[in-house]
């Protein structure tokens, strides 16, 4: 684990901007190294791993969980109990499902909205019209009570021209200041969730409040932990 890098993001980063240590595909002593320069938040995206993560992790119950990864339905219960922030909530039919398992066990869920801006069509999320089709219904009629929208997170097309990633960053940004002034009764949709460890000083200039470092932090992921 790279300590000096952890202690300089600590140091550096302004009190409004979370660091998300991104631990997947990395043991719990890395999760612990970590723990011990002060990092609290952690971010996963397997749920498997999430769920084995969190019970081995009891003798720290100030951990926050954040899941990151895409997320099947039928893998709900290994996520929703854990997570303090689901924040990639791709799908219509995810978001429904969510809400399902929010009324069935009597929970609210944090979640933020995956909005689509990279040039890959494959990339998942939400384009706007659709974030948008979302939050007038849960203005105007009310949906999704078991739903606590906090913001918008994304990803920056997958190239090396910083140009192009700032573009996709500023979009994300804007959309977020426009649907905070269209809802102002979304008091807390205020979290922008975008940069990793590439391009996370992009992301903090363009009005980033959660940077996701994985490698930076914790180095190569190992893929058969």
Known sequence: MNRDFLRKMKEQLPPQITLVAVSKFHPLEAIR???AEGQRVFAESRPQELMSKVEQ???MP???WHFIGHLQTNKLKMVLPYADLVQSVDSQRLLDAIEKWGREHGRRINV???MH???EESKQG???EEILD????VTQDKAYPHICFKGLMGMASHTDDMEQIRADFTRIKSFLDYLQDLFPELESF?????GMSDDYQCAIECGSTMVRIGSAIFGERNYEK
């Open 117 to 119: 801006v990279a040039l």
């Open 190 to 194: 205020k979290e922008l969730s975008i």
């Open 57 to 59: 992790a009891q003798d």
């Open 134 to 137: 979302i939050l007038f219904r």
């Open 126 to 128: 939400f384009y706007e």
């Open 62 to 64: 100030d951990l926050q």
């Open 33 to 35: 190294e970590a723990y």
């Open 112 to 114: 933020l909205l995956e």
